[in-house]
């Protein structure tokens, strides 16, 4: 496979797409879109965001300790990037989108109503990486859309209809069909 060097930068895909979910200190919230987000730990389930530190999100989480992690449904393409390309300091965000919010269960954490997989985190630590702070959340919760469990309480992922960003070429995809089963289809190579 013949390769061409990019160097030190930022392309490299899939990555999700989700939509962080805060409060200000005087209770405002908002809405914004992070694609450098990601499950970095099962025992104690953990939740990592890089985010910038002039961003309002950072501002939030720190101010009131709590962030939530919204997965982005491909339908909400245009409101995911808007939520990425403009700031709460200058926009409300939910109204120009027309999107809600809902309490959390565990946390008094606003949740994307729209959303059919909501992360309740609580502030765990943060690491400076430059200009951005890796922040770890613990999860306390999960709540995923009722519609997508069989009645054995299995799964349908493609009720979730995951928005993917690609990051460096800046677009958005949709999953396409399944093509494995993890932790099991690998096992055939040792066969
Ligand atoms: C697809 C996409 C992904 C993004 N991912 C991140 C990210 O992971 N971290 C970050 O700091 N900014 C990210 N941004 C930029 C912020 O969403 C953007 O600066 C936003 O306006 C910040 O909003 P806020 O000031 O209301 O918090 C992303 C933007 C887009 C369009």
Redesign the pocket.
Known sequence: MQKRRLGPCVTFFP?P?TI?S?RSEAGEV????????GIVSKTPPTMA????Q???????IRATGMFGVNGVPSSLVLE??L???????DLD?LETCHLDVEEGSVLPVPLLQQSPLNVECRFDREIEIGD?RLILGEIVEIHAVEAAFDEDGTIDATVFDPLV?L?GV?E?WSLGERCGVAYRDGLKLLE
């Open positions: 990555q797409t962080i805060t908002n809405l914004m879109t992070a694609s450098w987000a965001v890089s985010l910038n002039g961003r309002q999100t950072y501002e939030n995911a990037d939520c990425g390309v403009r700031s709460g300091r965000k951005y960003y990051g800046r958005y």
